[in-house]
């Protein structure tokens, strides 16, 4: 058979993912928000997987964790549950989560924080709503509300995590901050306070006052929403 036959050929026989792939790239360049969240897994699983169709694999993913965030946050003990999933997949899939996670700090941390309330829960939901372990963070303000630092103090078991209320404010006095953000989140999903939260905040406001250290709130996060301590009333 002639070179140029051979060739030929073979394009034919390539399998017809290619074509696939190449059509959602396109239509991701065009309207990548019109994208189904399987579609957007496949062009990130793309990149881990080369020569395999994904769109099943995809699909499990999301069958499994429940949403593409969820997806992205899963920890990766259970994603190598899955078959098909390797390090090559978790890597890629922790590169988009830790981009996105920059990209809502940035717009938080560019910001006044009080005038931008919708970034800082678009931040805090996307950083810890779907964790399976409880995360006590906090951000510190300055003078004019903006970001000082943002830091997890803590990581605990499915329903608790251990806050020691000195040393919040002993790391608030170290960082010259004028106020508080507390953030944690609730695994569960349910984001109402317990009394344990509540006293605990209630704690950290009574020392912090007296140092002009202002508590603006305390928030809880879920994969269900979120809830204000200040809006519920209880700070």
Known sequence: ??????????????PHYHGHRDRLRARFRSNADGLPDYELLE?????????????????????????????????????MEI?????????????????????????VEKRMVLSSWSAVIDYVRSAMAFADREEF???????????LADEVQGRGTIDHTPVYPREVIKRALELSASA???VHNHPSGD???SSADVE?????????KPLGIVLHDHIIVSREGHASFRSLGLI
Do not use: C, W, Y
Not at 83 to 99: D, R
């Open 43 to 79: 062009l990130i699983l793309f990149r881990a997987i080369p020569r395999r169709d994904v769109k099943p694999l995809a699909k499990q993913l999301l069958a499994r964790f429940g949403s593409f965030a969820e997806v992205l946050a899963a920890p990766p003990e259970r994603l």
């Open 83 to 107: 078959g098909g999933i390797k390090e090559a997949v978790i890597t890629e899939l922790k590169i988009v989560e830790a981009a996105g996670r920059r990209v809502l700090r940035g717009a």
């Open 191 to 193: 984001v109402s306070p």
């Open 1 to 14: 058979m002639p070179k140029s036959s051979a060739a030929s050929a073979d394009r034919h026989e390539e």
């Open 180 to 182: 508080l953000v507390l």
């Open 137 to 147: 963070r906090i951000i510190f303000l300055d003078k004019k509300n903006g970001v």
């Open 200 to 208: 605990m905040t209630r704690t950290i406001q009574d020392v912090a």
